[in-house]
């Protein structure tokens, strides 16, 4: 059974760039697209759009980009990590920044990870896959 | 006038000296109460001399230098201090404080024992003032140099996040569009697409580089003693690595010291070292030389290289911002790298200058400082 990976970001480019680098790096798990921290909660506590969801459905990581509309990327963080449900989500920051301010208050708040998005396309396509083979393929996940 | 007329007229001298001076003078007491005082000690303190002389001298002194007074005082008669000379607070007629400078000696008998006390006052309240609004006006331009380093940082964070998303965007699909077209593109298409990538990457490289620049001149130094030799080991063996099949001649002189924060002193050995390993392109091997001497309270440090060098006409640009004075083709990069550098000697009150004529390499002499300096405060 192959769980989603949960990607949260508002750039339709690095979205499609994503896209391509799961494609390539043959990994089957389905790519949920959020564009908004608030959306991103909403899909992992089942309400809003989302309300037909399975709130035990979690998916396998997130992916998360600090600089979102709406609800930016560390509250989604501390909101995930506060609730019993989803505190152990693996979630990976997948940002444009390295600004040791960011990337401290991320680790603070739990990130499993944090990468920075490279703006050359080979070295992106070759950090999205590691990334995903690390994790869906490597990472042994939690039991449901 | 007596038959001990020597006496006497050294006596009518110091009194009329007294009266002249325009520093405050006064005749103290063992008991502590003011039995001459001086027209100049009237001026400074507004009362007239009948209105003190008999009163307690230390009725005059500001409530919070009183116990100081009386300690220095006792120590004086004690003859454990041979005289006094501070600054202290004085309280005017009008209540308000005198800031003073005050020397006090013990006068003695023919036997040594203590007779009176002479204090010498002056008015220091102007002065004192002044060093007080210099020090305020100082910590306010700090403070205002502070704010904007900080909205320079914020600035820098801003334009180096939002361009690099495009950034990403023109360089990746440039690439996706050669890989998925490239049955269909003839050779001018792809040299057009090689330009958009290569464009692209100098732009990143560009924003790494403003980083740089705003990073290196708002982090607060912490300053150590920093071993120069092995950080530009360091920075050869990573120039070395980075190139394997070139040949190097990488020489530095061992046990060369400076005071200063060690992540800037290597950034800037990275930047001036990558400079030599750079425009000795043509060079084989390519040879660079670290060395340095102390003089006092600095410590002079040389990178030298035998590559193309530059124009000495064109010095004075060299570390400023964006000029560059080679082309890409020459190995001329995006003309900031020099301006950190001189950037981070500024920031150690230190200083960068350069030498070089064209195909015989370039000197680059740095000025840091060898020990800390004694008074170590918050840098500019």
């Known amino acids: ?144 | 006038m007596s038959d001990n007329t020597g006496q006497d007229t050294g006596i009518d001298r110091f009194r009329l000296a007294m009266d002249a001076s325009g520093v405050g003078m006064a005749v103290v007491d063992l008991q502590g109460r003011w039995l001459e005082v001086n027209p100049a000690f009237e001026r400074i303190f507004g009362y007239q001399a009948a209105e003190i002389v008999g009163t307690a001298a230390a009725a005059l002194t500001h409530p919070d230098d009183v116990a100081m007074s009386q300690s220095f005082l006792r120590g004086l008669v004690d003859g454990q201090i041979p005289a006094l000379d501070a600054q202290k607070r004085y309280v005017h007629r009008n209540g308000e404080t005198i800031w003073a400078h005050v020397n006090v000696s013990v006068v003695r008998d023919g036997a040594g024992m203590a007779s009176y006390l002479l204090v010498q006052v002056r008015d220091i309240s102007a002065q004192h003032a002044a060093e007080l609004a210099l020090k305020a006006r100082a910590e306010a331009e700090h403070a205002a140099r502070y704010a904007a380093n900080h909205q320079l940082q914020l600035f820098a964070d801003a334009v180096a996040h939002d361009l690099r998303a495009p950034l990403r965007s023109i360089e990746s699909f440039s690439a996706l569009l050669a890989d998925r077209a490239s049955d269909r593109l003839d050779e001018t298409d792809r040299d057009y697409l090689a330009r958009m990538r290569a464009a692209a990457s100098r732009m990143s490289g560009l924003l790494s580089a403003l980083n740089d620049l705003a990073y290196v001149t708002r982090t607060e130094l912490k300053p150590v003693d920093v071993d120069l030799s092995l950080l530009a080991d360091w920075v050869g063996a990573e120039l070395q690595d980075a190139e394997p099949q070139r040949r190097a001649d990488i020489r530095v002189q061992p046990s060369l010291h400076a005071w200063g924060d060690e992540r800037l002193l290597k950034l800037m050995l990275a930047q001036l070292m990558g400079n030599a390993w750079k425009f000795s392109r043509e060079r084989e091997p390519i040879r660079i030389r670290v060395s340095g001497r102390r003089e006092g309270r600095i410590v002079q440090l040389e990178i030298r290289d035998e590559g193309i060098g530059f124009d000495m006409r064109y010095a004075h640009k060299l570390f400023e911002p964006f000029q560059r004075l080679h082309g890409p083709d020459q190995g001329g990069g995006h003309g900031l790298g020099l301006a950190i550098v001189r950037r981070i000697a500024e920031r150690h009150h230190g200083s960068v200058r350069a030498d070089s004529s064209p195909e015989s390499g370039a000197t680059f002499t740095l000025e840091l400082p060898a020990q800390a300096l004694v008074e170590e405060s918050a840098d500019a």
Not at chain 1, 6 to 32: C, G, Q, Y
Not at chain 1, 94 to 111: H, K, M, N, R
């Open chain 1, 1 to 144: 059974m192959h769980k989603e990976i949960l990607l949260v970001e508002d750039n339709p480019d690095d979205v499609e760039l994503t896209r391509i680098a799961f494609d390539e790096a043959k990994i089957a798990n389905r790519l949920v697209i959020v564009n908004d921290g608030a959306e991103a909660l909403d899909y992992l506590f089942a309400r809003g759009k989302y309300a037909d969801r399975d709130p035990d459905d979690l998916p396998s990581i997130m992916l998360l980009d600090l600089n979102l509309p709406k609800v930016d990327g560390r509250e989604v963080l501390q909101a995930v990590r506060a609730n019993e449900a989803t505190r152990t989500l693996p979630v990976v920051v997948l940002t444009t920044s390295a600004e040791p301010f960011d990337v401290e208050a991320s680790y603070a708040l739990g990130v499993n990870s944090y990468i920075q998005k490279p703006v050359d396309f080979e070295q992106f396509v070759w950090a999205v896959k590691q990334v995903g083979l690390y994790w869906l393929v490597l990472n042994h996940p939690r039991t449901a």
